[in-house]
């Protein structure tokens, strides 16, 4: 097969650098990671998306996320159409956002408050905020390699795109700021526990972290990981916020702290609760969400939060995959993904260790499991780039980068992990 040349991409892309920064409004989608110019997308079909160019691909990226239901999802596209018809924007209390609030409270037992935001962005740099204010602390702990969105406390030692273009943080970041954040390796509960005692307990307002993460490849907590860190918070009066934006209805449909059984203080939420629209969201115990304006002193707000579109997408979302129950097939595809890969590298003589959790995949090419970022750090990168542009020509689209997941869903089967574990084990052949 003639090497796919992606004119109508590139075209694009030439276009869109002249007016946007780096042609892309979101780094990480500008194949800085792997190469190359970035994929434009014209359409979106269930585990499908279609290239500018009019070529298809098995999607596991999702939107990062959003698309637990698949592109396009019939039932999300006529309630948005439904919603639009009464109006799209009111900056003023509907009952869709009231919806939407009581299905996560239903879905999250430690959520009894909840705030919509527009972004995880937004809901992360707002929970800090609230625990800052609740807690009357300023320190913050986060974890290398863990990504919470691009406000300024947060960029240190992050993951995600940072990772990916090998940048230590953000110029634009004063250092007082992060001088109040500190950045150490996860799944080391000894170093969490010494790093508490250095900066003083008392001086700590939260530890943040993604309970699985999704930001530096997939990379999931050792056991008795997060047990040990709920311990540390409930002793030291520091509330333990889980970010939840990716993990969030994806890893099981109460989230991580369903599936590890582990109740944080706060959590976040984004992507799949907006299925596709624009969304995030904030919450946890009632104490500390009711310090929130216009109740409490800790101020924030946004235009769009609790937009009616949004607010329906996410409703029709969770509202689907509560009924559906989809996470048994996503444990089947996850455990065919990781023997498939695993199997695919043995052949291939390539070392390479695959990993999943509920519809969360990754792999990395390493002869031993990841357990921190640095570790991340160690993979062979440069065979991934040329593993990543193999797999697109044989119609595959993974993470443009090595320090992110992939993302099934309820419109992937086992013939779609079937043609990405066939092209697979053709693509390893070109990077053993
Ligand atoms: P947004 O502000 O991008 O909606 O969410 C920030 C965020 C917060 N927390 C976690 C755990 C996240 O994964 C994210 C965003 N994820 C990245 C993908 N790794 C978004 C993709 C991008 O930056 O373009």
Redesign the pocket.
Known sequence: MAAETFRRSKALFERAQRVIPGGVN????AFRGVGGAPLFFAKGDGPFVYDADGRRYVDFVGS??PLILGHAPQQIIDAIAETSRRGTSFGAPTELEVQLAELIVELIPSVEMVRMVS??????MSAIRLARGFTKRDHIIKFNG?????SDSLLVKA???VATLGIAGSLGVPEAFVALTSSIEFNDLALLEQTVQEIGASKIACIIL?PVI??SGLILPKPGYLEGMRELCTKHGIVLIF?????GFRVALGGAQERFGIKPDLT?F??VIGGGRPV?AFGGRRDIMEMLAPLGPVYQAGTLSGNPLAMTAGIVTLETIRASNPYPHFEELGARWIEGMNEAGREAGVPLVAAACGSMLGFFFSSAPVTNYSEALQTDVERFKKFFHAMLQEGVYLAPSAF??GFISTAHSEEHIDIALSAARRALATVA
């Open positions: 979101s780094p990480v989608r990062w996320g972004s995880g962005t937004e809901a992360t863990c990504y919470h969105g691009h993951g995600s795109g993604e999704g930001n970010d939840e934006v990716m993990t976040t984004g992507k995030g992110e997941a």
